[in-house]
């Protein structure tokens, strides 16, 4: 059991002085067994991972079906000009929409939890209809729509690629990030809130200093999710792209019909060392400025 | 995001309660609304002739009548179901995770375990699923693993199974379950559950009076979350659980993209949303009156002095 | 708004007509109609979209001067729209450094995102090549989405087998060349089916008795109800209700309690992994599986009889196509003989050239029976198409999958 304790994510860097002690008496078992659930779910998380990154040392034709050991397929990042694109314009929306989303949910969770009325039903139910349809009803909708836009209305920033895939991919994660925001706002105590303006602070400097510490966490994992939504849209990327923009899980199922290559897996992986050098990275810069989630959130947030 | 902070208004002006939505809600009716209400409108049309997609200068109710068919409940049923137990599997498995990242495990890491979570879906959906079969396969690891260690006499066979299914699902929505739960957890901080031990209440007491009821709009949203999309998806049961993860959503994605029907496709839609509507009402209603009992037997009242 | 579908007649000039044409699309994109704009297009047209409906010869729209390539200078670039990772890379270089333009592939993962994205866009997508399958093109031309191919400048077309030209949606290759084409078999496992299965009923019976639970079936409307008709001698484009029926009642009861799943490409994965036991696969697809299974003699592939299909992946030039020059040079450089054999090797289908076959087993690849058939065998292939029966075809193959999923 203490050598599951041990264990810790990758690039946790070890320190000698571990968290304060909380209990006054031994850890119970309680405690260790949530430490294994929790460290069992991030092992089924990252099993197929694993595979991926094995796989991608494959010098097959075929992805799934091992060969022998090599590095050719890490070639084609620097050979293959469309898997190089694909993964850059991917990145680009990722970020651009995720931040979007972020902004836009931000505000109206907290509008949400804060300013609660008769308009929060209509909007709660604006949320759950943007969560429930279908996503190929999404990009059939919306592909003449933005046409329309960048043709017809003579709005033509909706002709650009990128502009037309963040819009696609923002509706869902704004919606998903207001959730999260409201959930961490709604019931909590108030009082900061009221003191900081009973003290004559504005409500925007209120909103700066109280308001978005106190949403952080959500803050940053609605931005996560977003991001990682974006990441793996397909439908309503295939409809609203245009030419020199097709993300890479478009390319990567269209490649179905030709059988996919280990250059795919290749790709997820140098993906992989990357995020993760720069979460490590992330984490690192931290360590020397602060610690505990909200205060990373605040360093993060500039408030 | 410091920019999240709208122009501070002069001091005392009142904005309405909704301003801070305001921007959230345009965006969402001009890039959802506005698109979707022309899907409406196609489902009151007809699809004229082979190579035309939808019309509407004859306006019916045809294709509502069309959609009930034996064969939209019948693809119902199974998605009601593959939703339920997908959603409260990722409530089962997203529970104590989430518990031991936002509470258990040392605060200055909990940041990059929760970013730990999210690093596994950067890898691209169809590239997981691959490494899912090449794990599952009759062929693959587990299974080789479980025969030398002589766990089973035959080859894997879970591929394809409703528990194929479960797995597909579970591992591609868990993040958004353990998400809102790490939030709402986080929130509830350790004076507040120091206090109620310190007011002799036993663990397992302080969890479910103080942890469970604080985190509860995070529970909320995490369901709502997991649930609701995975009603209109029709890609992620399938990748594992081949013909048992049949969705509804299948149904309408079919008529737009290979019957090119968009009439019939529209009016499915429309049902569709509507019917995963009437269940999310039925649950909730369900859910409130399980918890009344419980409520009233907690249930603090505090009289205002007059 | 005018109605898309309410045809509208208008007194021109015959020069005037691509013109008016153009404006009345753009227009009703104005009524954001985009897609039920091709019907005033189609009306116009002579055709009438919905009597057009079994009639593959398309209607020839004639084409703005500016996208009919003359053989001038070659545009710096070239907009490639296609399946994913459907041409050798060596093929994609080389046409840059001999002739010039930079090559953008952007991917769909079907026809009909194909379809409604050139619908969409009008000729604004950016699009210089596409690479519609056959069956679609009658719908593509009609809804005037291609440009006519100068085939003046294709002078390379006479390396191409004859046999693979002038197909029934494009008899004189007006606006489609073949780029590859497949035809559609069963893979089985010849450890747990011991006997041998030769025609499509043999898969059907095989699939309900001992493969029962482990089969798996394309996953694609026509190729299921495929089966039954190529199993009975039935013309698989049949708009006959009293065939269609007979193929639901088969599908749908007999056939789909036994499939465990609809997978379109079992080759990149169930047949290496020895997921399923009998499998409906496209030739390529499970050539590519076999070579790359651990034990491929466990593996035997049938090409479907007595009938099967033949389907062709087609080059084809988007109207409003901005590089028309180049497109048309890049098309003309692919279907010289040594790119032909390079895009074989790499994609594992035929790509229509004559003789490749000889070429292909010169330069040593490997299960190529895979890849070429007899004229006996091709004899036996037909192509499909959209046609009124496409309806049923997918309200059946979603009660396949109802049935299955129970």
């Avoid at chain 1, 709604?186 to 400097?205: F, H, I, N, Q, T």
């Avoid at chain 2, 194929?164 to 591992?171: K, P, Q, S």
Wanted: with cysteine.
């Amino acid at each position: 059991m203490s050598t599951v304790d041990e264990r810790r994510p990758a690039g946790a860097p070890v320190r000698a002085d571990g968290p304060p002690p909380r209990n006054r008496v031994p850890r119970p078992w309680t405690d260790r067994l949530l430490t294994v659930v929790g460290v069992l779910v991030l092992a089924f998380l990252f099993a197929p991972i694993v595979v991926v990154i094995v796989y991608s040392f494959n010098e097959g034709r075929l992805l799934i079906a091992w060969d022998h050991f090599g590095f050719g397929s890490f070639r084609a990042l620097t050979e293959r000009p469309a898997i190089r694109s694909a993964v850059v314009v991917s990145l680009q929306v990722a970020v651009l929409s995720s931040l979007v989303a972020t902004l836009l949910g931000t505000m109206a969770g907290v509008a949400l939890a804060r300013r609660p009325g008769r308009w929060t039903w209509w909007f709660i139910g604006l949320l759950l209809l943007v969560s429930v349809t279908p996503e190929i009803v999404d990009a059939v909708s919306l592909l003449p729509w933005l046409v329309y836009l960048g043709n017809d209305a003579g709005l033509s920033v909706f002709n650009g690629g990128i502009v037309r895939l963040v819009v696609g991919h923002s509706l869902f994660s704004t919606a998903v990030v207001s959730y999260i925001v409201r959930a961490r706002l709604v019931g909590l105590d108030e009082s900061l809130e009221e003191a900081s303006g009973d003290l004559y602070a504005p409500p925007g400097r209120t909103f700066r200093r109280i308001t978005v510490p106190l949403a952080m966490p959500a803050v940053l994992a609605g931005f996560l999710l977003s991001f990682t939504l974006s990441l793996d849209n397909t439908i309503v990327s295939a409809f609203v792209q245009v030419s020199g923009t097709t993300p890479w899980p478009v390319y990567v199922l269209s490649a179905l019909r030709s059988g996919l290559r280990p250059e795919i897996a290749a790709v997820s992986t140098v993906m992989l060392v990357l995020t993760l050098l720069a979460l490590g990275l992330v984490a690192w810069v931290l360590r020397r400025s602060g610690d505990s989630a909200t205060d990373i959130a605040r360093t993060m947030g500039g408030g | 995001m410091p920019e999240a902070a709208p122009a501070a208004p002069p001091s005392r002006l009142r904005l309405p309660r909704f301003a801070l939505a305001l921007p959230a809600g345009l965006w969402l009716v001009v890039f959802f609304v506005v698109p979707i209400a022309t899907i409406v409108w196609f489902s009151f049309g007809y699809k004229p002739g082979l190579f035309g997609t939808h019309a509407n200068d004859v306006l019916s109710l045809e294709r509502y009548r069309e959609t009930f068919s034996s064969t939209f409940f019948a693809t119902f049923r199974n998605t009601l179901w593959v939703g339920v137990a997908g959603t409260a599997l990722c409530l089962l498995v997203g529970m104590p995770a989430a518990y031991w990242m936002a509470v258990k495990a040392p605060a200055r890491r909990r940041g990059l375990l929760i970013a730990l979570v999210m690093v596994p879906y950067w890898t691209n959906f169809l590239v997981r699923t691959i490494g899912w079969q090449v794990i599952l396969a009759p062929q693959g690891w587990l299974s080789g693993l479980l025969q030398s260690l002589h766990l089973t006499s035959g080859p894997l066979d879970i591929l394809y199974t409703r528990t194929a299914v479960l797995i597909g699902v579970v591992y591609n929505y868990l993040p958004l379950m353990i998400l809102p739960l790490f939030v709402a957890f986080d929130r509830v901080g350790e004076p507040l559950r120091e206090a109620s031990k310190d007011l002799g209440a036993t663990r397992w007491r302080t969890f479910t009076r103080v942890t469970l009821p604080l985190a509860r709009p995070g529970i909320v949203a995490g369901t709502v979350l997991v649930f609701i999309p995975l009603m209109g998806d029709y890609v992620t049961a399938t990748v594992l659980g081949g013909a048992r993860g049949n969705m509804v959503g299948q149904l309408v994605a079919s008529q737009f993209q290979t019957a090119q029907n968009w009439a019939l496709g529209s009016a499915m839609a429309v049902v569709l949303i509507l019917v995963i509507a009437v269940t999310v009402g039925v649950f909730a209603a369900l859910a409130w009156l399980v918890g009344r009992p419980l409520r009233a037997r907690h249930r603090l009242v505090l009289e205002e002095v007059p | 708004m005018t109605s898309p579908e309410q045809p509208l007649r208008i007194l021109a000039h015959t020069s005037a007509v691509p013109r008016i044409r153009r404006e009345l699309s753009r227009r009703s994109l104005l009524g954001l109609a985009a897609v039920g704009g091709a019907g005033v297009l189609s009306a116009c047209g002579g055709g009438g979209s919905g009597s057009g409906a079994s009639n593959p010869t398309a209607v020839p729209t004639g084409a703005p001067p500016s996208q009919v390539a003359t053989g001038g200078p070659l545009e710096g670039s070239i907009s490639m729209y296609s399946w994913g990772d459907y041409d050798a890379p060596e093929v994609l270089e080389a046409f840059t450094k001999d002739k010039g333009p930079k090559i953008t592939t952007d991917s769909f993962g079907s026809n009909e995102e194909l379809i409604s994205k050139l619908v969409a866009g009008k000729g604004t997508g950016g699009y210089d090549i596409v690479v519609p399958t056959g069956a679609f093109i009658p719908q593509m031309v009609q809804n005037g989405l291609l440009a006519p191919i100068n085939k003046e400048l294709i002078t390379n077309l006479q390396h191409m087998d004859p046999q693979f030209l002038g197909q029934a949606w494009d008899p004189e290759n007006n606006y489609s060349i073949c780029k590859a084409w497949g035809t559609t078999g069963f893979v089985y496992d010849k450890t747990k089916i011991t006997r041998e299965l030769k025609t499509w009923s043999d898969f059907a019976d095989a699939a309900t008795k001992e493969a029962s639970g482990k089969v798996s079936v394309l996953d694609d409307p026509a190729e299921i109800t495929g089966i039954y008709y190529w199993a009975n001698g039935i013309d698989w484009n049949t708009t006959d209700s009293a065939q269609i029926d007979a193929a639901e009642k088969f599908v749908v009861e007999t056939l789909a309690p036994h499939v465990a799943a609809f997978d379109s490409y079992p080759g990149g994965q169930a047949i290496p992994q020895g997921t399923h036991w009998l499998m409906q696969v496209w030739n390529g697809d499970a050539r590519i599986g076999i070579q790359n299974s651990k034990d491929p003699e466990r593996w035997q592939w049938v090409l479907g009889s007595p009938t099967t299909e033949l389907w062709m992946d087609n080059w084809a030039i988007a109207a409003g196509a901005p590089h028309p020059e180049a497109a048309h040079a890049f098309i003309d450089y692919v279907l010289t003989p040594e790119n032909q054999l390079a895009n074989v090797d790499y994609i594992g289908y035929h790509t229509g050239a004559k003789d490749i076959e000889d070429a292909a087993k010169k330069a040593g690849l490997d299960m190529l029976d895979m890849v070429f058939f007899t004229p006996e065998q091709i004899a036996t292939m037909k192509t499909g198409e959209v046609n009124d029966a496409q309806q049923r075809t997918v309200d059946i193959w979603n009660k396949a999958k109802a049935a299955a999923g129970a």
